[in-house]
């Protein structure tokens, strides 16, 4: 928490986004802020965790999909490396799946990109001050649409078939076997309905299970 020493502390912010341009304006509205001061900007998912050590911000502010490691993974890193530094999820996927998992890493707050940020800065300021700050609609949705069927493994043998890879290519990226491999991308198309793991992987992508 922001603690005041004759004038009250700025709260620290890190972001994590890949888009240049989205970072730097979120970095020029943020700093607009009179209690808020972004100290630290990374481009990329692993760079996440030790930007956090290293300037010891109190909120991190991180997007999803980003390259070396996804900020949900990030999130889950921190819990156990900086479980001081509170955790804000902004993301132009507003899907069901990735909001349980972000609570599933310890995120603190999930929030999509089409927000005011006047709510972003709000957001901020209240999971600095213990509360859990959820996109009402996004909420809602990810209560209706229930926990995510597949299990840790299927899900990675759908994401490891990506881009092509053969049944072979996969057992031997996850040391499986070629009938396990086979086994678990059948369980993962049925529960997602589809026809094939092009379909599965396509599926539980857009649901946000993986």
Known sequence: MPQEDGAARRTRVLLAEDQGMMR?????????EEDLEVVAQVSRGDAIVDAVLAHRPDV???????????????????????????V??????????????????GAAGFLVKD???????????RV????????????????????????????DVLSASADGATVADV??????????VRNYLSAAIGKTGTRNRTEALREARQRGWL
Not at 60 to 86: H, K, Q, S, V
Not at 128 to 155: F, I, K, N, Y
Request: glycine share 10%; charged share 20%; aromatic share 2%.
């Open 24 to 32: 730097g304006a979120l970095a020029l509205l943020l700093g607009m």
């Open 60 to 86: 991190a502010l991180l997007d999803i999909e980003l390259p070396g490691m996804t900020g949900l993974d990030a999130a889950a890193a921190l819990r156990g490396r900086a479980p001081g530094c509170r």
């Open 88 to 105: 804000l999820i902004l993301t132009t996927f507003g899907r069901p799946g990735y909001l349980r998992r972000a609570m599933e890493a």
């Open 115 to 125: 927000g005011p940020v006047e709510e972003l800065a709000s957001a901020i300021r």
């Open 128 to 155: 600095l001050a213990g509360e859990t700050v959820v996109d009402p609609a996004l909420a809602a949705a990810a209560l209706s649409a229930g926990p995510s069927p597949l299990t840790a493994r299927e899900c």
């Open 171 to 180: 057992a031997a990226r996850l040391h499986l076997s070629e009938s396990t």
